[in-house]
């Protein structure tokens, strides 16, 4: 791949001596927690039962005396005085857009913008995606989408066209024909969920079509964790013959990540968000580099803003000045998986996540695997299910492997396991959601 070179959006915010950051951010978060007050009837109520005064808000730390915000909460207050609850700030009639969440989880949480969070925030948090990615007005954008109230792609796109690249929309096509008006309109972006991009590769290879000859040079992805996934993303690169992207945002709290062109993980964009970690269990801020739950505040968003909101994503923050030149702290490998799916054993947290990356690591076991979680007190280990990656690996290499993957997970999440090597395709195969957690009685 040629040398690129680094794009900002607003170089003077991105590259701020992280002390300066910091000051701009806390002048941001009095404001917007003074506007909220003052607009959003939910906030005014959790503020108050906290006893928490804007003004008297002097450091970044103290925004932790606000209670957080959870998903639920959005819904009863919607399902309380539908349709719109009354958590935002604005007025129906002051909306230009409106977006549900996709539901599988509960209940859709709507969201409605105005024009100044559509046509402006949305730009603004686009325009740091772009740069960052590395496009340009000379790009070709093949958006393979279908229109809903989903947000999705809708808010990149038109933050594309504002921004003077050409845009496909590809919605109401088969695969096939998406690829086919992706090579005769001559897209060199392509943005979509790492699952379809990789299902639109085989299409690709089904038909004949030769996706790393055609001029696609960049692939952004995002809507689950994946992009992130050094494997994933390696398929993804090698099967489009292009250099991938993390794109991460949600309609609740709206895009916040983005990956430069370095690879060093997902920035956030901190001038426009309040990022913090902190440990699932015990609701502490964590330290940068542990893994915890990624909580964001909006700092600028007007129509729905969330304080403290709980993404549930598992993340881990790495301050240290990017090679871009950004400050902007980095998700190291993105989103790392749910906090839903976090268990505690033997006095440490354990994501499913940690484990499974030390898993792709290792050659001779296929990315399958199962954590099977004892029975407290029972005195047995945490026994990691795996299986050959294939019938020909020896039964040496196997043995080695497992001893080494006990060292690594000793070494690395601080609990000795025991691994149990299973026949090859045994464990379950899913289309969804994977089961990786198995309880003891
Ligand atoms: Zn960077």
Redesign the pocket.
């Known amino acids: 791949m040629t040398a690129q070179e680094v794009r900002y959006w607003d170089e003077p915010l991105e590259c701020m001596p992280r002390p300066q950051l910091e000051q701009y951010q806390l002048a941001k978060l009095r404001d917007q927690l003074g506007y909220i007050r003052e607009h959003s009837p939910f906030y005014r109520r959790k503020f108050d039962s906290a006893h928490v005064v804007p003004g008297d808000i002097r450091s970044l730390d103290a925004v932790r005396q606000i209670p957080f915000t959870e998903k639920d909460e959005l819904r009863q207050s919607q399902a309380a005085s539908p349709p719109w609850g009354d958590f935002g700030c604005i007025a129906p009639r002051e909306a230009v857009r409106v977006f549900q969440t996709s539901g599988t989880t509960g209940r859709p949480v709507r969201v409605m913008l105005s024009g100044k969070d559509w046509f402006e925030t949305y730009y603004q948090q686009f325009s740091h995606f772009r740069c960052g990615f590395g496009l340009s007005a000379a790009d070709v954008l093949f958006v393979p989408f279908n229109y809903g109230l989903y947000v999705a792609w809708w808010g990149f796109q038109a933050a594309m066209e504002q921004a003077g690249l050409m845009v496909i929309p590809g919605g109401g096509l088969s695969s096939k024909d998406r690829l086919r008006a992706m090579l005769e309109w001559e897209a060199t972006a392509i943005c979509g969920t790492p699952s379809y991009l990789l299902y639109l590769a085989e299409t690709a290879r089904k038909s004949g079509v030769d996706l790393p000859g055609s001029p696609i040079r960049k692939v952004i992805a995002a809507g689950e964790p994946g992009a992130g996934i050094p494997s994933t993303k390696k398929a993804i690169e090698s099967q489009w013959g292009a250099e991938c992207f993390d794109d991460i945002g949600s309609t609740e709290i709206s895009n916040f990540g983005y990956e430069?062109i370095?690879h060093?993980g997902t920035?956030v964009i901190e001038g426009m968000f309040l990022a913090e970690v902190m440990d699932p269990e015990t609701l502490e801020p964590l330290p940068d580099g542990q893994i915890g739950e990624l909580v964001l505040t909006n700092l600028c968003c007007s129509s729905m803003p969330l304080v403290r909101y709980r993404t549930h994503d598992l993340v881990r923050f790495d301050r240290a000045v990017?090679?871009?030149g950004?400050t902007y702290l980095r998700l190291d490998g993105g989103v790392l998986g749910r906090s839903d799916d976090m268990f505690h054993f033997a006095g440490v947290n354990i994501f499913p996540a940690q484990i499974q990356k030390l898993l792709h690591e290792i050659n001779e076991f296929s990315q399958e695997y199962q954590l099977v979680v004892p029975r407290l007190g029972s005195g047995k280990h945490l026994r990691i299910r795996v299986e050959p990656a294939n019938e020909n690996v020896p039964e040496s290499r196997l043995k080695a492997a497992r001893d080494h993957l006990v060292e690594i997970v000793k070494y690395r999440v601080t609990v000795t396991p025991d691994v149990e090597i299973c026949e090859a395709g045994s464990l379950p195969r899913v289309e969804g959601k994977a089961k990786r957690v198995v309880r003891e009685d």
């Open positions: 430069c370095m060093q920035h990017c090679s871009c950004r």
